[in-house]
């Protein structure tokens, strides 16, 4: 059916905003799954998910009872191969015992050459790193990293030269001046390996002359001849506020530049005090897409700055191959008011994509942001039943798009943690209004246009 549109200079307007949303809507597309199912059959946390040659490798925890106040954890993974029957591998590492909440006890990555690396803390002073070749299904090259203090939050990256950088939050102590007391804090220790086996000495990854003593949360991305790593880092003047900084190299981690800050501008909403010191900035993630640095992660009014308490939400920004913030790039992604929790940065056919939590269903659920254009649109993944979803994680592999999250379901006491699988099924492009005695992009001498 075509419709034909009024005559005059209204039209003209009219008509190009159609045209405005028409190549808008041709270029999205419409994601359809499977019905979401676990891939864990018991308690199970943290997942992990890396796609590679092999296929897609979900790592995550399992953790059971072992006494009054005692458990242990153990790491299972999946293998999600394409066209074939998935492989299920249970505790291939562990066990890791622990008291209280559960922590983190590894991390995963993969390297351009289709490698899988695992650092896992063997100890309450100790790092264990191994590699896998077949996407999991066995490990060699262990070797063990020493700490003289306690360590925890292992972080794993490749290394664009080849090999790989070890990241740890390390317990440090430091004397408060004119007093006998002691302030103890988590700082971030750094080690680098070659080839695998030889590591360099865990070691700060700040000088206490760069002046940011407690680093934290560090992300990694390779660049097409740098690496760059973002951090969260409380400042030291005489306003401490929680920002962002960056730290680049260009030879593999022989050296490394200055840190810089990358969230020090003005807020780009309609808020009372703009200045960034009035911000906090947390829980960064980066990835080189599209040939450029982006980067994401949460950010909220800090206490007492003069702006009305809010959650925190998902922003974006672009840094350039030095690691300073591009002008004007900043944005906030989520649309709607709710908690948003660890934003995740993957690559959508060379466009920025983000996966995170938040709680504006009074439960979490996990959303999905789509860069199309200069907006962002949202997708929300459900799981069955009233469920808390979080740390969820999503990959786009061979046209279509993954996601993975850990849930529970509310309603039911003795239910447990899982971690869940949502497999794409299909995709097709939504109906999009198309020209009938035209084309687009030409100059017409007429004041009407039919569309269909």
Request: aromatic share 10%.
């Amino acid at each position: 059916m075509c419709r034909t549109m009024p005559a005059g200079r209204s039209a003209r307007i009219l008509l190009a905003l159609i045209l405005i949303v028409c190549v808008r809507a041709a270029g999205a597309q419409t994601y359809y799954w499977e019905n979401p199912r676990p891939l864990s059959t018991t308690s199970a946390r943290f997942p992990s998910v890396i796609s590679l040659p092999a296929g897609i490798v979900v790592i995550w925890q399992e953790s059971e009872q072992t006494g009054a106040d005692t458990r242990e954890a153990f790491l299972s993974l999946a293998l999600l191969r394409d066209g074939q029957p998935e492989i299920l591998k249970r505790r291939f590492a562990g066990p890791y015992p622990f008291r209280g909440g559960e922590p983190v006890f590894y991390s995963a990555a993969g390297s351009p050459s289709g490698e899988l690396a695992l650092a896992t803390l063997s100890g309450d002073r100790e790092l264990t790193f191994m590699t896998s070749r077949d996407g999991g299904l066995t490990f060699e090259n262990e070797s063990r990293i020493p700490a003289k203090d306690v360590v925890s939050d292992p972080r794993i990256f490749p290394r664009g030269f080849g090999g790989w950088y070890l990241f740890s939050a390390v317990g440090q102590e430091q004397r408060i001046q004119d007093t006998d007391e002691t302030l103890r804090f988590l700082t971030t220790y750094w080690s680098m390996t070659e080839d695998g086996k030889k590591w360099t000495s865990l070691s700060p990854f700040l000088a206490p002359q760069e002046g940011l003593p407690r680093v934290l949360l560090p992300a990694l991305a390779n660049g097409r001849d740098t690496d760059l790593v973002v951090f969260q880092a409380l400042t030291s003047d005489a306003s401490p506020s929680l920002q962002l900084f960056s730290k680049a190299t260009r030879d593999g981690g022989k050296t490394w530049d200055s840190p810089v800050i990358v969230t020090g501008f003005e807020e780009p909403s309609a808020v009372r005090v703009r200045d960034y010191t009035a911000f906090e900035n947390q829980r960064p993630d980066i990835a080189y897409i599209g040939g450029k640095f982006r980067m994401v992660w949460e950010r909220r009014p800090s206490p007492g700055s003069g702006n009305i308490q809010a959650p925190s939400q998902v922003y974006y920004a672009e840094l350039d191959d030095t690691g300073k913030y591009i002008s004007g790039t900043s944005e906030r992604v989520n649309a709607a008011t709710g908690m948003v929790r660890e934003p995740l940065l993957f690559d959508m056919k060379g466009n920025p994509a983000v996966v995170w939590f938040d709680n504006r269903r009074a439960v979490n659920r996990i959303f999905i942001g789509i860069r199309e254009g200069s907006l962002w649109r949202e997708v929300e993944l459900r799981g069955v039943g009233e469920e808390d979803s979080v740390f969820g994680r999503a990959l786009f592999r061979g046209g279509r798009l993954w996601s993975f999250w850990q849930s529970q379901l509310t309603n039911v006491k003795s239910s447990i943690p899982r971690i869940i699988v949502l497999a794409p099924d299909t995709s097709v492009a939504p109906p999009a209004v198309a020209a009938a005695d035209f084309t687009p992009g030409r100059r017409v001498r007429r004041d009407s246009a039919a569309l269909r």
